[in-house]
């Protein structure tokens, strides 16, 4: 079976635009996670989707959103793009329902944001 | 609120060596799993092990064995022999299942190993 794919694995943006990153679960995982890591620190949770709706946010502005479509794929947009964006951006799947805690949580390989 | 602490940015051992990783962590649940996860450069996190709260038995999986110690908080993780291939960074992670965020994973800053042949 297919991991976590994420797409595109790198982009480039300028300073004020808007980006749309995506993420495809395992199959048969209807919860996805968007975390964010900048270089050097360890990831920070943005949000958790399951079954469509949103179920947790980190703490971000509201320039971050995300939406789950009815496949359980997922994207993260992020508008009025600034420097500190710069970062991986990975994407987790899990079978598990919110707040379960157990989180057997499968990482993709990440989008490489630069924000110039 | 929760916190997972990451003492040692970077430690550098010479292959064969055995080598640990600190983590200690803070929250005020009594109901916790903690995690330890492997990035190499391709920049995917690898899942290495889950413990919940109340399980406090040391695992061992073959290099690998972790020490779990509620009385001061920690979540260490030794590699006994290490080789070249367990070069990079190695995060540490604490989920809270009553967090009113959901399912989500605290991180520490990570530590990058260096293995030198």
């Known amino acids: 079976d297919a991991g976590v794919t994420q797409s595109p694995t790198h982009l480039i943006k300028t300073r004020g635009q808007q980006v749309t990153l995506r993420c495809s679960p395992i199959s048969g995982h209807k919860s996805v996670s968007w975390y964010q890591q900048v270089l050097g620190q360890g990831p920070q949770f943005i949000f958790q989707?399951?079954?469509?709706?949103?179920?947790g946010r980190g703490n971000f502005p509201d320039r971050f959103s995300a939406r789950q479509f009815p496949n359980y794929s997922s994207e993260l947009n992020v508008n009025a793009l600034l420097l500190g964006d710069s970062a991986l951006y990975l994407c987790?799947?899990?079978?598990?329902?919110?707040?379960?805690?157990?989180?057997?949580?499968?990482f993709g390989p990440g989008t490489r944001l630069t924000v110039t | 609120a929760q916190k997972v602490t990451q003492a040692q940015t970077e430690i550098s051992v010479v292959e064969k060596e055995d080598v640990t990783l600190d983590c200690v962590y803070e929250?005020?649940?009594?109901?916790?799993?903690l995690f330890w996860y492997k990035q190499p450069p391709s920049g995917e996190l690898v899942f290495l092990i889950r413990?919940?709260?109340?399980?406090?038995q040391n695992e061992i999986s073959g290099r690998y064995s972790w020490n779990f110690q509620k009385s001061t908080s920690s979540f260490n993780f030794t590699i006994t022999a290490s080789q070249v291939v367990d070069s990079a960074v190695y995060f540490c992670?604490?989920?809270?299942?009553?967090?009113?965020?959901?399912?989500?994973?605290?991180f520490g800053g990570g530590t990058r190993l260096m293995v030198k042949p």
């Open positions: 992670a604490l989920s809270d299942p009553n967090n009113n965020a959901g399912n989500m994973l605290t």
């Open positions: 987790a799947s899990s079978s598990e329902p919110p707040h379960s805690g157990r989180l057997e949580q499968y």
């Open positions: 989707y399951y079954e469509k709706e949103e179920r």
């Open positions: 413990r919940n709260s109340f399980d406090e």
């Open positions: 929250t005020r649940d009594t109901t916790y799993y």
